[in-house]
């Protein structure tokens, strides 16, 4: 097992460390940037949205989609994103509660 993870490391290692020795100094052109650019923010919800469904979509809980929606709607109200989480726990507890 302990031979897999380091092959892996070794692997991102080397990927991580192409990139800025093929490119150089060189910009990335604006297409892939913005490709870059949106890759994180789609890995973060995928992973979100496969931890709360579960496998199957068999765990899927209402309230808990509640609760993460009024964080994103406390988020986008210009909230902080310490008061956000607080928020969505509050409703996800509270609806748990009723």
Known sequence: MWIGIVLVALVSIGLKAAGPAVL???????KAAAVIAVLAPALLAALVVTDVAGAGWADADWRVGAG??????SYLLRAPALVAVAVGVVVAAGLRLL
């Not at 150089?24 to 604006?30: A, H, I, K, S, T």
């Not at 993460?68 to 709607?73: F, V």
């Open 24 to 30: 150089g100094d060189r910009e990335l052109p604006p």
């Open 68 to 73: 993460l929606g009024a964080a994103g709607l």
